[in-house]
């Protein structure tokens, strides 16, 4: 047989372990994903309250006949969520694209600096984000209001936070992070020799922006686009603290106030789920048309071999325009929220800033308090157990699913699976959480989950297709060669992947985990519906003490520090995994000089020069190669 | 992938969720438990009563009815520690401060507590966790307008309070198995600093109030006493004014615009907040009410939830200490029902709060009864419509 001929056939025939691998893992994602779904779709369809185990319940179609007859209100909440969550998806690109160009593409001074600042408004939990915004807001005390009457000529001019218009810029602000670390890399792996080409032809930076770079990058700004819109129709902290007036029509906040019971009435579950499912097709219906529109992406993948690198713009006179709109943003969304929560931090209760309350009402008192409270230390436990058992299961079923439809043959199930499992991203996370906590009911008489770490370490795992895209896309990009070679020489497909494709996937899948563990730490939306004191992590803690509604446990000056301490610790997390990630890379960036000796030695390899210039992955894959096949 | 292998997964997966879909369709039980008291019961004790608006109070009430109670509580202790191993779930609509229940747990220290604060979702909650197996509360607790889902539903267990030693004139607000524990009601929150509150709701129309009043969403409740005092027309009209002319504003966090200034009054109950420029200031048509305890039919320790209610209602130290110990300034203002002597040792933000709704009561304030519940429902609910839309 041939080596052709026996790498088809072992194609083909799939050894039962990796089929069993790739099931669990598709069965793991569908439990996941469909079950709370359809438990959504059931309680539209089975009644005003629970779907079960109440004498309401039972199947009609009333609550979507109600929601037919709120159709004014219906279309009154589709306008304003697409004002809302369109208009900061909007400006949040605006500013990531910028921001990004800047530190990529520019040779602005301070831009690890920069890209350091962008990072930390993604660590502060958008609860206590929000919180501080409006702080910061306030007509009179709030510190920026007060430095803006500083300005000449301003005196008279106040920002009023609970306008629509306040509110998209602060959802875009506090979004910003997100559509940045998507764009980095985006701009990142952009190879500028058609940039360069633009520009030796006369054409000047804003033309080669507007007819070169941006039509290159359009498939990716679409990913981020949709993605960042969907996370926007998700996100409930923003509308929940300024929008009681003027954004009691958004999407995410008309969810919370009908699962939330009325004077001596029950809480409009059934309701609740229609409109659930009608946000769900219309995100279903976006997702279907971004994966249209970018199906053909390929054809427009800039990344070259060898000769690639981005062209880096030399801002000139632009230097000092740029690094004040830099400032500007970073003042916005990182030291006056900051400044915000440290001042409510050292004083007993909200004050307004002024120098005679700096020096006679100030104590420190709080970060103590927070350090010597046991719920502060549990909840930052749970927080951690929730953050990173969620971004494991997600990570790890993801990476092998995906690794398994990416090698099998094209057919209708493995599209659907594909499908399916990318399909979480559709899903805005209050939808998520609403539908968690339903099925969490539903099933405790069987499974007793509701309420426990477990419930959120499962409902956490939902965005499992954020993993299953970074990993499909990474397994297209590993040669299927190695891992038909390591068969040939003897190992049984689980093998091959376990010790080829996994260590070649592993920067890709632990990049995703940090970000999933991250994006885990400061989650609010799922926890809000889910928690229980037992069970809670820290950003719903975190609000109880600045919640008035709280009554005993309010301390806003506790809950202020608390939210400072995390942030610091968040940070010092996120930085200290990457940095284990960089000591890792060193480590095989050592081994693959080692193995390249070894190869142009005995396997007479190419030129050693070209060798080294391979990426990581291939090496570490040659290095396998050669232990496997020794065996 | 085998399609046969596929196809044969997805039946047995859904059938795995019928069954556990239809294994949910459960009836919660009828003929909810009497519960006894300990033997010889019985005080013959009488009420030595005074009338304080809606409510009697009792001033010999810890010479002549404490002391069964307490014998009572006694007993209940004993079998509360062995029934369900000791663990007492206690959801309120606030969540128990560690330090509250480490002061329940210095008198009654075989007993463990789990807490939740639910808000308005607290009969949504109870009715679920029955209705999904899950371990219920033990302890009921609202008004009677917040309660009123697990009143209608039959959730309060059948407790005939007084052979437990307390007072048949507490009793007659609620149910008789509602345990008045506390009261509440509207008072307008003001900072002293910014602005003076005014007598009434209609007074806030002036121009000097523009852009300084706040409600919260889930707060219509302010208006209802306005409401039951003016029909409900009124009500409606006054809302809608005071929002066209853009008096009052929605607000999720009043406390923070009311303490640094920026919307002085805030439309709400009693005060957490303790800036002493703060003050609550009762007003004309204010509705003040009785907030009870009981036993959920659903409890896994009645014994359990029993005692929690009594002490947590009447217990004399414990009582002490949140009249007078700022840690305990958040927890509720206790009965009116309760000696004159007890509300004038209270000290900071309870005295604050405390004086504030005794003079509301005083002042003719509206107070919820079994009678009117329905009426303050639908009084609340327009109120909700008018200002949330």
């Given at each position: 047989m041939s080596t052709e001929e026996r790498a088809t056939k072992a194609g083909r025939t799939r050894p039962t372990t990796m089929t069993v691998a790739t099931v669990v893992a598709g069965t793991v994602i569908f439990l996941l994903l469909a079950i709370p779904l359809a438990v959504q779709v059931i309680t539209a369809f089975r009644g005003?309250?629970?779907?079960?185990?109440?004498?309401?319940a039972r199947w009609s179609v009333d609550n979507f006949v109600t929601l037919w007859g709120l159709r004014e209100d219906f279309w009154a909440v589709l306008g304003s969520t697409a004002a809302f969550v369109g208009g900061s998806t909007v400006l949040s690109l605006l500013m990531a694209f910028g921001l990004a160009w800047v530190t990529v593409r520019t040779d602005a001074p301070f831009r690890r600096v920069i890209s350091l600042l962008v990072i930390v408004p993604f660590i502060v939990p958008p609860i206590v984000k929000a919180q501080a915004y409006l702080l910061m807001l306030s007509p009179e005390s709030g510190v920026l209001n007060q430095l803006i009457h500083l300005v000449p000529g301003m005196s008279e001019v106040t920002i009023d936070p609970y306008s629509f218009s306040t509110m998209i810029v602060i959802q875009s602000l506090t979004n910003v992070t997100f559509p940045y670390l998507m764009i980095v890399p985006i701009l990142t792996g952009m190879d500028g020799s058609l940039e360069e080409s633009a520009r030796v032809s006369g054409a000047s930076w804003g033309q080669t922006l507007r007819r070169v770079t941006l039509p290159m990058l359009w498939p990716g700004l679409l990913g981020v686009t949709v993605l960042t819109f969907i996370l926007g129709l998700g996100s409930l902290e923003v509308p929940l603290l300024f929008g009681q007036?003027?954004?009691?029509?958004?999407f995410a906040l008309k969810l919370w106030t009908l699962i939330s019971a009325g004077a001596g009435e029950l809480p409009q579950y059934g309701l609740a789920a229609a409109w659930g499912c009608v946000f769900l097709v219309i995100t279903t219906i976006a997702f279907v048309i971004y994966l249209r529109a970018t199906r053909d992406a390929e054809r427009r993948a800039s990344i070259s071999g060898k000769g690639f690198r981005p062209t880096t713009m030399k801002l000139g006179g632009w230097r000092i325009p740029v690094l004040l709109a830099i400032l500007v943003f970073t003042l916005l969304t990182a030291v006056l929220p900051l400044f915000a929560l440290l001042w409510s931090a050292i004083t007993p209760y909200p004050l307004a800033f002024s120098l005679d309350a700096l020096r006679t009402q100030t104590q420190f008192g709080a970060f103590g308090e927070v350090l010597a409270d046991g719920e502060f230390w549990a909840s930052l436990g749970r927080t951690l157990i929730i953050a990173g058992g969620s971004a494991t299961i997600a990570c790890g079923a993801a990476t092998v699913l995906a690794y398994g439809i990416a090698r099998s043959r094209a057919t209708g199930w493995t599209r659907s699976m594909d499908l399916f499992a990318s399909s979480s991203v559709a899903i805005p996370a209050v939808i998520a959480g609403f539908a968690m906590f339903l099925t969490f009911m539903v099933i405790n008489p069987v499974i007793p989950l509701a309420g426990t770490i477990a419930a959120l370490v499962i409902a956490y795992s939902y965005r499992v297709s954020i993993a299953y895209r970074a990993g499909y896309s990474a397994t297209l990009q590993i040669r299927k060669e190695l891992e038909e070679a390591a068969v040939i020489s003897g190992a049984s497909r689980l093998e091959g992947f376990r010790r080829i494709v996994a260590p070649l996937l592993a920067p890709t899948v632990f990049a995703v985990w940090i970000q999933m563990f991250i994006l885990g730490t400061n989650e609010f939306t799922l926890p809000a519906f889910l928690a229980t004191p037992e069970s809670r992590p820290l950003s719903v803690y975190m609000y109880a003490m600045i919640n008035p509604r709280s009554a005993q446990l309010y301390a806003p000056d506790q809950g202020a520090a608390m939210a400072l301490i995390f942030t610091l610790l968040v940070f010092a997390i996120g930085y200290g995994l990457q940095w284990l990630v960089s000591l890792r890379a060193i480590g095989r960036a050592s081994r693959r000089v080692r193995v390249v000796e070894v190869a142009s030695d005995a396997l007479a390899a190419p030129p050693a020069v070209e060798a080294t210039d391979a990426p990581d992955t291939r090496s570490v894959a040659v290095q396998e190669v050669r232990e496997l096949s020794r065996r | 992938m085998n399609v046969r292998t596929v196809r044969g997964g997805t039946i047995a997966l859904a059938a795995v969720g019928m069954l556990l879909l239809s294994s949910c369709s459960s009836s919660r039980s009828e003929a909810p438990s009497a519960l006894e008291p300990a033997a010889d019961a019985a005080t013959g004790a009488t009420c030595d009563a005074v009338e304080v608006g809606a409510f009697t109070r009792c001033e010999n009430f810890y010479e002549d009815f404490w002391p069964e109670i307490d014998r009572q509580m006694d007993a209940l202790y004993e079998q509360a520690k062995e029934t369900d191993g000791g663990r007492l779930v206690v959801w309120d609509w606030y969540e128990l401060a560690p330090e509250v229940i480490a002061e329940f747990n210095a008198r009654y220290p075989d007993l463990e507590i789990e807490t939740r604060g639910l808000t308005y979702n607290l009969p949504s909650a109870v009715i679920s966790a029955e209705a999904t197996g899950g371990r219920n509360t033990d302890v009921l607790s609202g008004s009677l307008l917040s309660a009123a889902a697990m009143t209608d539903e039959g959730y309060w267990d059948e407790v005939d309070w007084t052979q437990f030693g307390v007072p048949e004139e507490f009793l007659r607000l609620g149910a008789p198995e509602m345990l008045p524990d506390s009261m509440n009601g509207s008072l307008m929150q003001v900072n002293t600093d910014r602005i003076e509150a005014p007598a009434s709701l209609d007074d806030l129309l002036a121009p000097e109030f523009e852009g300084k009043v706040s409600i919260a969403n889930y707060n219509p409740i302010v208006f209802s006493g306005y409401g039951m005092a003016e029909g409900e027309d009124a009500m409606v009209e006054l809302i809608g004014e005071l929002k066209s002319s853009g008096t009052l504003q929605v607000l999720e966090d009043q406390n923070s615009p009311l303490s640094s200034g920026d919307v002085p009054i805030a439309l709400n109950q009693t005060l957490f907040n303790p800036n002493p420029s703060l003050a609550a200031r009762p007003f004309d048509h204010s509705g003040v009410f009785a907030q009870f305890s009981g036993v959920n039919v659903d409890a896994a320790n009645k014994p359990g939830a029993m005692l929690w209610a009594l002490w947590n209602a009447y217990d004399p130290t414990w009582l002490e200490l949140r009249m007078t110990d700022e840690r305990f300034a958040t927890t509720q203002v206790p009965y009116p029902g309760l000696p004159s002597s007890l509300f004038e040792q209270a000290t900071g933000l309870m005295k604050t709060n405390a004086d504030a709704l005794l003079q509301s009561i005083e002042n003719g304030a509206e107070t919820e009864t079994e009678a009117t519940r329905d009426e303050w429902i639908a009084l609340t609910n327009a109120a909700d419509a008018a200002l949330n839309g």
């Open positions: 005003p309250f629970l779907p079960f185990g109440v004498s309401s007036e003027s954004g009691k029509s958004i | -």
